[in-house]
């Protein structure tokens, strides 16, 4: 014999099955990483003609231009398959060839690591790209605008050593 719904397990099933909520959110991302790729390829054309007269700087500049979004696609990725798998569904591909070995492992708290990581790269190659452009030809960057975005990439890396100090007494905590 069936027992009827409660209302209480009508509720926690609408709960649980407000998690696809999430997925249009996934799919928003996969545009967002198409966007990426037309500014890579926008400023890899706009690069391209100019690799053979361009200076040892400028060449540096852009490539770390071209790194700079490269590492924000992979955060991009990372952020998609984890967060789909996490907090929506598993993703059914099968064991193909080239599915990557981190892929149904990342957690919530390796996530968190993973992106706070990837935000100080991205942070540290921005800030390299202006302290290469300083003192030459073109806009300049004030000396408070530098100041402050020093202060918040130390900021994005004191962030990233305590969350990792959290996360490693956490995992020390749940031990005992």
């Given at each position: 014999?069936?027992?009827?719904?409660?209302?209480?397990?009508?509720?926690?099933?609408?709960?649980?099955?407000?998690?696809?909520?999430?997925?249009?959110?996934?799919?928003?991302?996969?545009?967002?990483?198409?966007?990426?790729?037309?500014?890579?390829?926008?400023?890899?054309?706009?690069?391209?003609?100019?690799?053979?007269?361009?200076?040892?700087?400028?060449?540096?500049?852009?490539?770390?231009?071209?790194?700079?979004?490269?590492?924000?696609?992979?955060?991009?990725?990372?952020?998609?398959?984890?967060?789909?798998?996490?907090?929506?569904?598993?993703?059914?591909?099968?064991?193909?060839a080239d599915r990557p070995d981190w892929m149904g492992t990342v957690d919530f708290s390796a996530l968190k690591m993973k992106l706070i990581?990837?935000?100080?790269?991205?942070?540290?190659?921005?800030?390299?790209?202006?302290?290469?452009?300083?003192?030459?030809?073109?806009?300049s960057t004030s000396e408070e605008t530098l100041q402050w975005m020093v202060i918040l990439?130390?900021?994005?890396?004191?962030?990233?050593?305590?969350?990792?100090?959290?996360?490693?007494?956490?995992?020390?905590?749940?031990?005992?």
């Open positions: 014999m069936s027992e009827k719904p409660t209302a209480e397990s009508l509720l926690e099933r609408g709960l649980f099955a407000s998690r696809w909520l999430m997925a249009p959110m996934y799919v928003g991302l996969v545009g967002s990483l198409a966007m990426l790729l037309v500014i890579f390829v926008r400023e890899l054309v706009h690069y391209a003609p100019q690799v053979l007269t361009m200076t040892a700087d400028k060449g540096i500049l852009a490539i770390l231009t071209l790194i700079d979004l490269s590492l924000a696609a992979n955060l991009l990725l990372i952020v998609l398959f984890s967060g789909y798998e996490n907090f929506v569904s598993k993703l059914e591909i099968g064991d193909t990581a990837s935000i100080v790269a991205i942070s540290g190659i921005h800030l390299l790209k202006i302290f290469m452009s300083l003192g030459k030809p073109g806009p990439h130390l900021t994005f890396v004191v962030s990233g050593v305590l969350l990792a100090l959290m996360d490693w007494l956490s995992s020390r905590s749940a031990k005992h």
